[in-house]
């Protein structure tokens, strides 16, 4: 598929070593999204004096600060992007910390491609907009209107249930329900066009212990069950 530029969504990755810094760029380039690269706390700052973006992506120790500093000093000038932060500490007082700085998510390095493309689309605004993909529900579902609002009522009624058997199995370490319920769900999610909440599935799937991929699914169930059933136009 083909995107104008117009149409890729600008992604500012503050990123002081070369390697991850250039792996991350290419990952996000090839959502399609734009990257664009600061070093340190003072490049990104400049960066965002005379360009607006969709989406921040910080370390969270960079060699002039970190970054919930820096996320302060644009929320203090008015700079409302979403922001995640990114590091490869396990440490949960930290992950808490930045949470409270407001990030929107913590992700743990080293990321994969398919952890990272998930992130990015569960924060950036076009993936925000579209919890229901109606499209891919009527192709998985013959193009039948009915069959599609009939299956979401029941996805939707049995998804409370699902959520808490994925959090007792995720909190008890049970791997082996974990995963079952997770492919349960994603192929649910396929069937009536959950975009949203198919994106969180694949990023807890591709990271079964991580505690972050885990309330990001949370929160997408929340959101989807707050929202009105779609119809399919």
């Given at each position: 598929m083909n995107h104008s530029p117009a149409d890729i969504p600008r992604l500012l990755l503050v990123e002081d070593d070369?390697?991850?810094?250039?792996?991350?760029?290419?990952?996000?380039?090839?959502?399609?999204?734009?990257?664009?690269?600061?070093?340190?706390?003072?490049?990104?700052?400049?960066v965002c004096l005379d360009q607006a973006f969709d989406l921040f992506l910080f370390d969270a120790n960079l060699p002039d600060g970190r970054g919930e500093d820096l996320l302060r000093t644009l929320r203090e000038r008015g700079i409302g992007t979403a922001a995640l932060a990114h590091t490869a500490d396990l440490d949960a007082d930290m992950h808490a910390r930045l949470l409270a700085a407001g990030f929107a998510e913590v992700l743990r390095k080293p990321l994969g491609m398919h952890a990272f493309h998930a992130a990015l689309r569960r924060h950036l605004p076009d993936a925000a907009a579209r919890p229901w993909d109606d499209a891919a529900a009527l192709a998985a579902l013959g193009g039948q209107h009915a069959h599609v609002q009939a299956l979401r009522k029941l996805f939707l009624a049995e998804l409370?249930?699902?959520?808490?058997?994925?959090?007792?199995?995720?909190?008890?370490?049970?791997?082996?329900?974990?995963r079952a319920e997770l492919h349960k769900l994603?192929?649910?999610?396929?069937?009536?066009?959950?975009?949203?909440?198919?994106?969180?599935?694949?990023?807890?799937?591709?990271?079964?212990?991580?505690?972050?991929?885990?309330?990001?699914?949370?929160r997408?169930?929340?959101?989807?069950?707050?929202?009105r059933p779609a119809a399919p136009p």
């Amino acid at each position: 598929m083909n995107h104008s530029p117009a149409d890729i969504p600008r992604l500012l990755l503050v990123e002081d070593d070369p390697t991850s810094a250039a792996f991350l760029a290419a990952a996000a380039a090839a959502l399609p999204a734009l990257p664009v690269t600061a070093t340190s706390l003072a490049d990104a700052e400049r960066v965002c004096l005379d360009q607006a973006f969709d989406l921040f992506l910080f370390d969270a120790n960079l060699p002039d600060g970190r970054g919930e500093d820096l996320l302060r000093t644009l929320r203090e000038r008015g700079i409302g992007t979403a922001a995640l932060a990114h590091t490869a500490d396990l440490d949960a007082d930290m992950h808490a910390r930045l949470l409270a700085a407001g990030f929107a998510e913590v992700l743990r390095k080293p990321l994969g491609m398919h952890a990272f493309h998930a992130a990015l689309r569960r924060h950036l605004p076009d993936a925000a907009a579209r919890p229901w993909d109606d499209a891919a529900a009527l192709a998985a579902l013959g193009g039948q209107h009915a069959h599609v609002q009939a299956l979401r009522k029941l996805f939707l009624a049995e998804l409370p249930q699902q959520r808490d058997r994925i959090v007792h199995a995720a909190t008890h370490a049970d791997i082996s329900a974990l995963r079952a319920e997770l492919h349960k769900l994603s192929a649910g999610c396929g069937f009536v066009g959950a975009a949203r909440l198919g994106i969180a599935v694949q990023a807890l799937q591709a990271a079964l212990t991580d505690r972050t991929a885990l309330y990001a699914l949370e929160r997408a169930v929340d959101e989807i069950l707050a929202a009105r059933p779609a119809a399919p136009p």
